[in-house]
């Protein structure tokens, strides 16, 4: 009888991630710490009632996280002396709610010690924060395990003026489509971007001495003025801009995207189409956006015996890397 060889990389590709999959799942903690969940939402409710800017900042931390090593809590951990952290890494420097990620971990800590890690607090929290700002209610899987480096070189996200089949070769390595790419990036619908991320499409863009041709000129002269004061920021959604909703879309067909990367989005011929059925269909966005997010939170995940639960969110337990 024949016999036939299988790469040992064939085999690992088909099985991992299903592998990695089946072993989150939703209530993990049921048993473990049943009032988990629980614990996480009053103190996200309680954040989100002062301020509902931290929905933009856990979606950003999660994205953040999960593109680096994987949904791993890397992106907690303080740097040392002698050590840096992911946390130093440029594109980590505006990330912030970490102190909310602690308090809600000190108060896991004294209801069940050493049971819910701090990936799976990012996780919950972002959900929870989605959910309050009017995006869609979902149940997250969890089990996920807490890792053991954080680099900062390791950090390699996409930047605002990729293009859209640059930034999907990106996603596309996360083992994430085009769809999911042009969905996630409707979580821009609650966030803010700094003048210095999108300051060129201005004026002298691409060194033509004029703006972006490809954006409102009206948005043009607002964002001027803008960016006229430090430190300038600006809503990436111009209108319903503290609600998770799929008005990103519509702004973005209006020519009134701020970051190059959310404008292309609707005018590659890949993503328009996307753009335009989720533009013009809300419930189809919360859906997609909510599947998105949890596809997003399998990348990477540690399970079973790999890594550890950490005591404390921004050290690691055992000597990290």
């Known amino acids: 009888m024949m016999r036939i060889s299988i790469p040992l990389f064939l085999i690992l590709s088909v099985f991992i991630v299903p592998l990695v999959t089946a072993q989150l799942k939703v209530g993990f903690y049921s048993a473990t710490c049943p009032r988990a969940e629980q614990i996480v939402r009053q103190v996200v409710q309680k954040r989100f009632a ?38 130093d890494a440029g594109p980590n420097q505006t990330v912030r709610g970490f102190e909310i990620i602690d308090e809600i971990k000190t108060n896991l800590e004294a209801a069940c010690p050493s049971k819910v890690s701090c990936a799976d607090i990012i996780a919950l929290a972002t959900r929870d924060s989605v959910s309050l700002a009017g995006g869609p209610s979902y149940q997250i899987p969890t089990g996920r395990r807490d890792g053991l480096v954080s680099n900062p070189n390791d950090v390699n996200l996409p930047g605002p003026t990729v293009s859209v089949s640059q930034a999907l070769q990106i996603f596309k390595a996360k083992k994430l489509t085009l769809n999911d790419m042009v969905t996630l990036l409707g979580g821009h619908s609650v966030g803010i ?16 001495g004029k703006p972006d041709s490809t954006m409102d000129p ?3 002269s607002k964002l001027t003025r803008v960016c006229a004061t430090q430190p300038g920021t600006a809503f990436l959604d111009q209108n319903t801009s503290f609600i998770l909703d799929n008005e990103f879309y519509n702004q973005i067909k209006k020519k009134r995207g701020v970051m190059q990367i959310d404008q292309q989005l609707a005018l590659d011929a890949s993503s328009a189409p996307i753009v335009n059925n989720l533009a013009k269909n809300p419930a189809m966005f919360k859906n997609n956006f909510a599947a998105a997010l949890v596809k997003l939170g399998n990348v990477g995940a540690l399970v079973g015996q790999a890594g550890e639960i950490r005591k404390k969110c921004n050290v690691f337990n055992k000597k990290g890397t």
């Open 50 to 87: 002062a301020d509902r800017s931290i929905t933009a900042a856990f979606l950003r931390m999660y994205f953040h996280d999960c593109f680096v090593r994987g949904c791993d809590a890397s992106i907690l951990i303080d740097s040392t002396p002698k050590k840096q952290s992911e946390k």
């Open 193 to 208: 971007a700094h003048c210095n991320f999108f300051q060129d499409r201005l004026s002298n863009f691409q060194g033509t």
């Open 218 to 220: 009206v948005l043009v």
